[in-house]
Nanobody, 126 residues
Framework: QLQLVESGGGLVQPGGSLRLSCAAS????????IGWFRQAPGKEREGISC????????NYADSVKGRFTISRDSAKNTVYLQMNSLKPEDTAVYYC???????????????????WGQGTLVTVSS
């Protein structure tokens, strides 16, 4: 069974950090670009970051640029999202998704992603 599982969400104070993980089972992520998306309460899901299959290229939404870092570990078949300087507006359910592509699609093209995780909740609050 092909599956993506996110973990690492939780409650954090403003200015704090979290690292999300996206682990794959049933397939290797080596041939997939991986995107991170989030959906805040009452809002549409938005793309926030993507990493190419090789890890050599990344992109970020303006809302997280300079604060979030995406990376991947081929040996662990896992992609990470390091989130620093968290703000209350970062509160959302975070999803990872995989698309069989070397490069990253535009973040707005969520429909091209083949596999999605179930999401992990991040709450930024004092």
């Amino acid at each position: 069974q092909l599956q993506l599982v996110e973990s690492g969400g939780g409650l954090v104070q403003p200015g704090g950090s979290l690292r999300l993980s996206c682990a794959a089972s049933g397939f290797t992520l080596d041939y997939y670009a991986i995107g991170w998306f989030r959906q805040a309460p009452g809002k549409e899901r938005e793309g926030i970051s993507c990493i190419s299959s090789s890890g050599g290229s990344t992109n970020y939404a303006d809302s997280v640029k300079g604060r979030f870092t995406i990376s991947r570990d081929s040996a662990k078949n896992t992609v990470y999202l390091q989130m620093n300087s968290l703000k209350p507006e970062d509160t959302a359910v975070y999803y990872c998704a995989a698309v069989r592509s070397g490069g990253c699609p535009p973040l707005r093209k969520q429909y091209v992603y083949n596999y999605w995780g179930q999401g992990t909740l991040v709450t930024v609050s004092s």
